[in-house]
């Protein structure tokens, strides 16, 4: 597709249960970041993947989250023995400098969680 | 560690230009202010950014101060899509910072 594609949408789930969300970047677009947004909150820097260098994790939470990404494709946030604090909307971005000349990133709609 | 300041709301008037600003003190020679919006339910939208000219683009225009503590973002005519939470953020060129902090923003209302 021509944006960042994330799913699922929503996602309801159990407390202590393990979610994944996916983030489709667009197409060469080296860099994506995930961020989560509490309600009426601001966003908060989770973890950023810079082509095939390590990924900085230095905004994760907890060792209950983690990601991952397969190249420069597709990446995934998991979150394990999930909290009802974990429920927020878990937004994606991706950029290039080498496509935009402004650094701008492109976010996609975010994958809303509810933990009940 | 929030570099910039900005109101939390403010309304404005269909047809009319909004002005947003924001103060960014502490703004160091080698970071950019960029804008971002956010509608309701979206995820953000990149709006413009700057170094220390004035930018205008097809969205908006940016006017830095010259000593770079202050700008505004300027909605020339605004309309009642234009109503959203808009975030100030100071970072070093993509390149070196990544980390987009994002504050609480200004949440505008533009009314009919």
């Known amino acids: 597709g021509a944006g960042v594609s994330q799913s699922p949408s929503n996602k309801v789930t159990e407390k202590g249960k393990d979610v994944e969300l996916r983030c489709d970047p667009i197409?060469?677009?080296?860099?994506l970041y995930w961020y989560r947004q509490r309600l009426g909150q601001g966003l908060e820097f989770l973890i950023y993947?810079?082509?095939?260098?390590?990924?900085?994790k230095s905004g994760l939470p907890s060792d209950r989250f983690s990601a991952e990404r397969t190249g420069e494709s597709v990446s995934t946030l998991t979150i394990q023995r999930t909290q009802q604090e974990d429920s927020a909307v878990y937004l994606c971005?991706?950029?290039?400098?080498?496509?935009?000349?402004?650094?701008?990133?492109?976010f996609g709609e975010g994958s809303r969680l509810t933990v009940l | 560690d929030a570099k910039t300041t900005q109101p939390p709301s403010m309304d404005c008037a269909e047809g009319r230009a909004a002005n947003l600003p924001c103060n960014h003190s502490?703004?160091?020679?080698?970071?950019?202010v960029y804008w971002y919006r956010q509608i309701h339910s979206q995820g953000p939208q990149y709006i413009i950014h700057?170094?220390?000219n004035n930018e205008t683009n097809e969205m908006a225009s940016l006017i830095i101060t010259e000593d770079r503590k202050s700008s505004t973002l300027i909605l020339p005519h605004a309309t009642l899509r234009d109503t959203a939470v808009y975030y100030c953020?100071?970072?070093?060129?993509?390149?070196?910072?990544?980390?987009?902090?994002f504050g609480a923003g200004t949440t505008v209302t533009v009314r009919a």
């Open positions: 197409s060469g677009h080296t860099a």
């Open positions: 700057g170094l220390k």
């Open positions: 993947f810079q082509g095939n260098s390590a990924p900085d």
């Open positions: 953020i100071v970072r070093v060129d993509w390149a070196n910072d990544y980390k987009l902090s």
């Open positions: 971005a991706s950029s290039s400098i080498l496509i935009t000349n402004t650094g701008e990133l492109f």
């Open positions: 502490t703004i160091s020679g080698n970071e950019y």
